[in-house]
């Protein structure tokens, strides 16, 4: 691929597609929503209206660290809290599909008033084209995939453009890189676009991903000097027992995964270091509430997915 040529060819068509509108991008910290914030920026901007929609289901202290890592590029974010929102949607669902589908909806309804609100034209999306082999081989369906699944944007009353869609992640990482973003945000690991909500297996409620979100950073911390493909922590449904203090408990059980790929279509277990692997145990059963049991995954892709729905 030759990068400069595909950076030019879509600031032309980003510019000639909006013009003196508006469009809106929602960044949500990772590579191709940066990726094609900083073209779209390139193209039109500050008529490009760039959001991060709070939906309860990011890491920590997402929100305010890519509102601070965009404005020194220039780039103004606002933050959307619609936490209240996506738990409604999601409340009392357990079925795979069907939590991812509740997500999509939520999204681009929130998405589509604050279109609205903006006065934008048009819709921004960091959609690779990963995002779309998987849910065409109904692997599982990508919460931004729309049309490529027969969905009319126009139901949101959206008008979208996703630059990036013919590329694969290592692609991705080469564009941004040439349009100067910094090194911690092209080479950051992947993150699911629907957030935690993938990676807690039952019910995804309020609890519950506040467990998940304090064992992810401590699997992030202790794994941040390998340079891995994705590292992060599942919360599965089921318990187990262990002991707090000096009773019984009856805990919950997290599952830590560290895989090595480069464009997410397949992926190898990592063999981290025994002592990194204790570390990360004794941590979270330590520091995360009502955890008792910590399982390190070793399943690569196929026959698993990467992610657990």
């Not at 408990?249 to 790929?261: D, E, L, M, N, P």
Request: aromatic share 6%; with cysteine.
């Amino acid at each position: 691929m030759d990068t400069q040529a595909f950076i030019q060819q879509h600031i032309a068509e980003i510019k000639d597609t909006v013009g003196t509108a508006k469009a809106v991008v929602a960044l949500s910290g990772g590579v191709d929503s940066a990726t094609t914030a900083a073209l779209a920026h390139r193209a039109i901007g500050d008529h490009l209206v760039s959001i991060f929609i709070d939906d309860g289901l990011m890491r920590e202290g997402e929100g305010p660290a890519v509102a601070e890592d965009f404005a020194k590029l220039g780039i103004k974010v606002g933050i959307v809290d619609a936490q209240d929102e996506f738990f409604a949607a999601l409340k009392g669902l357990e079925d795979p599909e069907e939590k991812r589908k509740a997500f999509r909806h939520t999204f681009y309804t929130v998405l589509g008033r604050l279109v609205k609100e903006s006065g934008a034209m048009c819709l921004l999306q960091g959609t690779i084209a990963a995002d779309i082999l998987e849910t065409q081989r109904g692997v599982k369906t990508q919460h931004n995939i729309l049309e490529q699944i027969g969905l009319d944007p126009q139901q949101w009353g959206l008008m979208v453009l996703e630059p990036l869609k013919e590329l694969f992640k290592p692609q991705v990482r080469e564009v941004a890189a040439a349009l100067s973003l910094p090194e911690g945000m092209h080479q950051r690991m992947p993150f699911p676009g629907p957030g935690l909500a993938t990676r807690v297996i039952g019910e995804v409620t309020p609890g519950r991903v506040e467990t998940l979100r304090r064992a992810t950073s401590i699997v992030e911390q202790e794994t941040a000097d390998l340079k891995l493909f994705q590292a992060f922590a599942v919360l599965l449904r089921d318990r187990a027992t262990g002991l707090k203090g000096d009773g019984r408990a009856f805990g919950q059980i997290i599952a830590v995964r560290c895989v090595a790929s480069t464009d997410a279509m397949t992926a190898s277990v990592v063999e981290v270091p025994w002592d990194t692997l204790r570390r990360i145990q004794e941590r979270i059963t330590a520091e995360v509430a009502d955890v008792t049991k910590v399982l390190y995954d070793i399943t690569p892709k196929p026959p698993s997915t990467i992610e657990y729905i």
